[in-house]
């Protein structure tokens, strides 16, 4: 399929509109609507009800949408690849929960770039279940999540634990009188292990999507949240954050999610650098 047509199709979907869909693309209103007929000609059903209101999308529209948006991510994915070439022999594509970058993934890519300086390196982060979806799709080579669910055709193995811990930069904090409480998101799988367990401070004033970055406000404000604790052991044996006691330390499994149709030598050393710091991570 071209490309251009599922491009154009994501723009409406995203726009509600034809017309901001062309003004999104720079291209004529006409073009866009020459566009969608070839894709529903193609396809053999309608995608989208228009309206005075603009455009949305039948239920085969909203079939398709998910498809459109593999086939773009495979497009840039390729684009990527193929402009990396020209400078290293390979390319690696992993994605990883936010919460797992800090205080490991990082210290594996900064450990592989010393082994693999020909391999060209992206790293993202999205949930677990995003991150899935893109490596069936092929747009990444390698996950790392707390809870790889089961797909023909991908290989998972166990690395590690991670454990979330409470801290507070108040040294008298308690779970009786948290004070100035701050949620950190985590994850879907520590958002809704935390809902269970503290109903009470799940609409808290203060909400964090920025992983370890977060560390920063407890440190400069009094607060308490949630952390990894190979993040915060150091600073918890320097005095400046506080374990809550009696809080709950929510544990999750980490592991690596691969595709078994692989080649097998150029993921060894990868794989192998990953089992390797785990261990050493967790011991901290």
């Known amino acids: 399929m071209d ?20 003004d999104r693309l720079h291209v004529t209103q006409s073009t866009i609507s020459m566009r969608v007929k070839a894709l529903e000609d193609a396809l053999g059903r309608r995608l ?20 459109a948006i593999a086939i773009v991510r495979v497009w840039h994915h390729a684009q990527l690849e193929v402009s990396l070439a020209q400078h290293h022999t390979d390319h690696l594509a992993v994605g990883a929960q936010i919460s797992l970058w800090e205080g490991f993934l990082l210290n594996w890519v900064a450990w592989l770039r010393t082994q693999r300086s020909d391999l060209a390196i992206t790293a993202t982060f999205a949930p677990s279940q995003v991150l899935m979806d893109r490596l069936a799709e092929g747009t990444i080579d ?10 023909p055709g991908i290989e998972v193995e166990h690395l590690m634990d991670d454990e979330l811990v409470l801290v507070s930069s108040e040294e008298t ?12 998101n985590w994850g ?35 607060s308490t949240g949630y952390f990894p604790l190979r993040i915060v052991e150091p600073l918890i044996a320097e005095g400046r954050l ?11 499994p980490v592991y690596a999610a691969y595709p078994e149709e692989r080649d097998a030598e150029a993921y060894a050393p990868i794989l192998d650098g990953l089992r390797d710091i785990a261990p050493v991570i967790t011991r901290k």
Do not use: C, W
Not at 3 to 22: H, N, P, Q, R, Y
Not at 53 to 63: H, S, V
Not at 242 to 252: D, E, I
């Open 48 to 67: 989208f009800e228009r309206s005075k209101a603009g455009a949305r999308l039948t239920p085969a529209g909203e079939q398709f949408q998910r498809h």
């Open 142 to 151: 390698l996950a790392i999540v707390y809870r790889a669910q089961a797909r």
């Open 242 to 252: 506080h374990l809550v006691k009696r809080a709950r330390r929510f544990v999750y």
């Open 188 to 222: 879907p799988e520590f958002s809704a292990d935390h809902a269970d367990t503290y109903p009470n401070l799940s609409n808290t004033g203060l909400q964090l999507d920025l992983g370890a970055v977060g560390i920063s406000y407890l440190l400069n404000t009094e």
């Open 3 to 22: 490309v251009t047509l599922a491009k154009t199709f994501m723009a409406i979907a995203e726009t509600g509109s034809f017309k901001d869909a062309a």
């Open 173 to 184: 904090a308690s779970l009786k009188s948290i004070g100035s409480y701050v949620f950190v």
